[in-house]
């Protein structure tokens, strides 16, 4: 999408937030973005300027289409097509995430399984054998994917990303606790519960 480099980030991660409101709604309906900022403790002036970076989705006073704008902000987040994605680190993180029904729910597949101890290499998660992550480049060149996710420790994390990264991966979603260095033009997002946690914590002193 022509532009795409010069919308903020946080602009694009606060996109998914409204598209997941906009899929409860009834596909005929409007919304105003004073209703959806209320649905999602959001400004509805923020909304507006969000949306103002991709076009015109609606006419002031009279709200947005419903399933225009749903099918809209799908094509702009590039989830008007399937991806398929490469899962490093099979413990139970790994586990997890390889059976999660959610991804598929949406369009990402979890298509090929990697791990380097050598008790799980050749056994079966989700579907998949996991296969020993000297393989990875291989497998990520062959089947042309982009997307990886990385549930190994921290201590694993750079390296993993870098094989990826080699490889030819343009998105990771890291779940391993540590900051990674990519080079520019390679997505990283970052999920860590454990600092979640700690930032909420903070509300609770008193209680």
């Known amino acids: 999408m022509t532009g795409r480099k010069k919308v903020p980030r946080i602009v694009v991660q606060r996109l998914p937030l409204y598209l997941r409101v906009l899929s409860t709604l009834e596909e005929g309906s409007k919304v105003t973005s004073q209703e959806l900022g209320e649905m999602l403790g959001i400004s509805s002036a923020q909304i507006r300027k969000d949306l103002s970076y991709f076009g015109g989705f609606g006419k002031q006073g009279t709200g947005y289409q419903v399933g225009f704008l749903r099918g809209k902000l799908r094509e702009i987040l590039g989830l008007d097509r399937e991806w398929e994605m ?11 995430i390889a059976r999660y029904g959610g991804f598929k729910k949406e369009g990402f ?7 380097d101890d050598p008790a799980k290499i050749g056994r079966r998660v989700g579907g998949l054998e996991i296969m020993d992550v000297a393989l990875l480049p291989e497998v990520v060149n062959r089947m042309g994917l982009r997307v990886g996710i990385i549930a190994v420790p921290a201590s694993s994390a750079q390296e993993v990303a870098a094989a990826m990264v080699t490889s ?16 520019e033009g390679v997505q990283v997002y970052q999920i860590d519960p454990l600092v979640g946690l700690q930032s909420m914590t903070h509300y609770l002193e008193g209680f």
């Not at 490469?86 to 997890?96: C, T």
Request: charged share 10%; hydrophobic share 60%.
């Open 86 to 96: 490469v899962l490093v680190g099979v413990g139970d993180l790994g586990h997890a």
């Open 109 to 115: 597949h979890v298509v090929a399984a990697f791990d």
């Open 168 to 183: 030819g991966i343009k998105a990771i979603l890291n779940y391993a606790p540590v900051a990674l260095n990519v080079p």
